[in-house]
C-alpha cells in the first residue's frame, strides 16, 4: 500500500541499548521528517532531510542519529537510549513544508 | 525563538454548535500556515491550509490575520466525531529549512451530546 509505514509500532528497550525506528515511504516525497510528542511540549522535530544524502538537526537532535541513503528511508537510531527518550516518535514526509503526511508512530519505552 | 500559541483547552462544546478557536505566532515574516487535527493515539493529518482570503471546506473555515498576528478555524454545526486535538502550524521558511515550520500544542476539543 502506498503511504507512510514506520516500525516497531511498540518498543520497550533498557536504557543504555541502542534502538532503530524505521520509517518508509512509497510517495517519493523530498522532505522526510523525524517529530518526538510529549506531554507538554507537542511535536518536536528531532531531524530532518530535503533529499537523499542531505540531513539536517532540528529542535532536540541530542541522543539520535539519522540517515538517508534512499529517498524512501529514513531511520531513526538512538545510540544510547535513556528514560528521557521515552515517547511517541512520528514519521513525516512531504513534497513541500507545511503539507506534511505522518506515519501512524512508535510508542518507545525506556527502562 | 518563534513562537505558535494556542489555548489548550479543553473546549466542550455541545453537538450543533458553532466552535472557534484561535491560534497566535510571533513572527510576522511567516509564509505559510495549517491545521492538523490529532485524534487520541493517532497521528496529525492535515485538516486544511489556511490562505490569506480565508478557505472553506464544508463545516469547517480558516481565516489569517496578518496584521494581528493570528490564524482561526472554525467548526459549525459540530459532530461528535469533530472530538479531537487541533493543532496549528506556521512556516517561516527559513532558507528552505524545515526548522522554521513550528506546530502549536494543539487546542483539545470535546463536543458533547
Known amino acids: 500500500d502506498a503511504g507512510i509505514t514506520q516500525s516497531p509500532r511498540y518498543k520497550i528497550t533498557e536504557t543504555g541499548r541502542q534502538v532503530t525506528l524505521m520509517c518508509h515511504q512509497t510517495w517519493s516525497h523530498s522532505y522526510m521528517f523525524w517529530y518526538r510528542q510529549d506531554l507538554g511540549h507537542g511535536l518536536r522535530l528531532i531531524y530532518y532531510?530535503?533529499?537523499?544524502?542531505?540531513?539536517d538537526k532540528g529542535e532536540v537532535p541530542d541522543g539520535y542519529v539519522v540517515s538517508r541513503s534512499k529517498t524512501e528511508n529514513f531511520p531513526l537510531t538512538l545510540e544510547s537510549a535513556t528514560r528521557s527518550q521515552t515517547s511517541v516518535y512520528f514519521c513525516a514526509s512531504s513534497i513541500f513544508l507545511g503539507a506534511i503526511a505522518f506515519g501512524s508512530g512508535t510508542r518507545l519505552t525506556v527502562v | 525563538r518563534k513562537e505558535v500559541e494556542q489555548d489548550p483547552g479543553p473546549f466542550n462544546v455541545p453537538e450543533g454548535a458553532t466552535v472557534a478557536f484561535n491560534c497566535t505566532y510571533s513572527n510576522s515574516a511567516s509564509q505559510s500556515f495549517f491545521w492538523y487535527r490529532q485524534d487520541c493515539r493517532k497521528e496529525p493529518k492535515l485538516l486544511m491550509s489556511v490562505y490569506s482570503s480565508g478557505n472553506e471546506d464544508g463545516r469547517f473555515t480558516a481565516q489569517l490575520n496578518r496584521a494581528s498576528q493570528y490564524i482561526s478555524l472554525l467548526i459549525r454545526d459540530s459532530k461528535l466525531s469533530d472530538s479531537a486535538t487541533y493543532l496549528c502550524v506556521v512556516n517561516w521558511e527559513s532558507g528552505g529549512g524545515a526548522d522554521g515550520l513550528t506546530f502549536g500544542k494543539g487546542t483539545h476539543l470535546i463536543i458533547q451530546p
Open positions: 532531510s530535503a533529499a537523499a544524502d542531505i540531513t
